[in-house]
């Protein structure tokens, strides 16, 4: 049974930080592509970071120089630094894993920025 489950979500102050986790199970997370997505109210989901199977990453321009992606091959995990937030970064954020046309998603984990 494939699962994707984040962690390690919440509320922080602007200018505060937060790291995200993904413990992946059920597949063969070494193969895939992982990836940070997030939805703000009333907006589409939106690319946040993505990082290879051999490690290369890529960030959404509005958070570049602020989060970092990672992952763990041998914990099956992936996950999302996130320094210096904004209000504009509070979303739902999933985690997602792609092997040509497979997609998996998270259930998602809430980042509320606010003071």
């Known amino acids: 049974q494939v699962q994707l489950v984040e962690s390690g979500g919440g509320l922080v102050q602007p200018g505060g930080s937060l790291r995200l986790s993904c413990a992946a199970s059920?597949?063969?997370?070494?193969?895939?592509?992982m990836s940070w997505y997030r939805q703000a109210p009333g907006k589409e989901r939106e690319l946040v970071a993505v990082?290879?199977?051999?490690?290369?990453?890529n960030y959404a321009v509005a958070v570049k120089g602020r989060f970092t992606i990672s992952r763990d091959n041998a914990k099956n995990t992936v996950n999302l630094q996130m320094n210096s937030l904004k209000p504009e970064d509070t979303a739902v954020y999933y985690c997602?894993?792609?092997?040509?046309?497979?997609?998996?998603w998270g259930q998602g984990t809430q980042v509320t920025v606010s003071s």
């Open positions: 990082i290879g199977a051999r490690g290369s990453t």
């Open positions: 997602n894993a792609q092997f040509t046309s497979t997609r998996y």
């Open positions: 059920g597949f063969a997370f070494s193969n895939y592509l």
